[in-house]
């Protein structure tokens, strides 16, 4: 009786400590340009695999770098390519992106150049009276460190972080629009892809064009737009089990119309 009854015992410990609905977690992080759409995919792949939990964070594509290397999480998004030093991970690439220069919809600039654009970063261009545009002081909007949108931006510009007159740093990209959208005089740079979405539903933002095109998907897809990036999923390992399953998922067919409903160029 004794026997059995520390068996019934363990047995409840055991149960109570992996519950029989227990769902397997699979934890995401990294690039703010890349999480919206992981979302809504999770959402789906979450749907039909029902024993599968997918946890999506944000802090930038450095930190889904980061995390990946120590093991805090299975998958990272780095909205960029991976750098010489990063080639030990393994990048599936399901997208492209493009990065836009974005003003309030009043400004009444369209298009800057990119000497243009470097001067207003270094400061030697401070009022938009000088482009064309109204009387007013140009408030300039910069990324955080460890953003790949600023690693892009500087590379392509040939500038250094330490060189940029910023009057606002933020962080992720919905940052960017709402500070674009609610300073009249501001300037700054996001991901084609959601400055687009948030343009069509009404947020007041106007996506400059540059060096002659207009900065939409429709130019990323024929290659016609000059400032674009690759959208990636890393691992450590090489993926099995429920990774790999979330990753083809990811790069299938399946995925196409969520990463266009995000404004995404897909990359099959």
């Known amino acids: 009786m004794i026997k059995f009854t520390i068996f019934i015992f363990v047995f409840a410990l055991v149960t ?34 029902k024993g599968v939990r997918i946890d999506v964070q944000t802090g930038g594509s450095s930190r889904g770098v980061a995390d990946v290397r120590k093991d805090l999480a299975k998958i990272g ?27 309030h919809k009043t400004n009444s600039v369209s298009e800057l150049t990119k000497e243009q654009i470097v001067d207003i970063y270094k ?18 909007v910069n990324k955080a460190e460890g953003r790949s949108t600023l690693e892009l931006f500087i590379g392509f510009f040939g500038l250094k972080n330490s060189q940029i007159k910023a009057d606002i740093v933020i962080g992720d990209n919905e940052q960017g629009i709402k500070t674009v959208s609610t300073n009249k005089n501001s300037i700054g740079y996001v991901s084609i892809g959601t400055a687009e ?19 939409k998907v429709e130019n990323i897809k024929n290659g016609t737009y000059p400032l674009t990036r690759e959208l990636n999923l890393i691992t450590k390992l090489k993926p099995s089990g429920s990774i790999e399953g ?23």
């Open 77 to 103: 998004m780095v909205s960029r390519a991976l750098k010489a030093d990063e080639k030990d991970l393994h990048a599936f690439t399901f997208a492209t992106d493009g990065i836009a220069i974005i003003v």
């Open 246 to 268: 979330f990753i083809k998922f990811v790069l299938s067919p399946e995925s196409t119309h969520v990463i266009k409903d995000h404004f995404f160029v897909p990359a099959y």
């Open 197 to 215: 979405y948030n343009a069509s539903v009404g947020v007041p933002l106007k996506l400059l064009n540059f060096q002659g095109k207009s900065a």
């Open 123 to 140: 400061g030697s261009i401070t009022n938009w009276k000088v482009l064309g545009g109204a009387d007013q002081k140009i408030v300039v």
């Open 16 to 49: 109570l400590s992996f519950p029989l609905n227990a769902k397997e977690t699979i934890v995401i992080t990294g690039s703010s340009t890349i999480a919206p759409t992981l979302l809504d995919l999770a959402k789906l792949y979450e749907a039909k695999n």
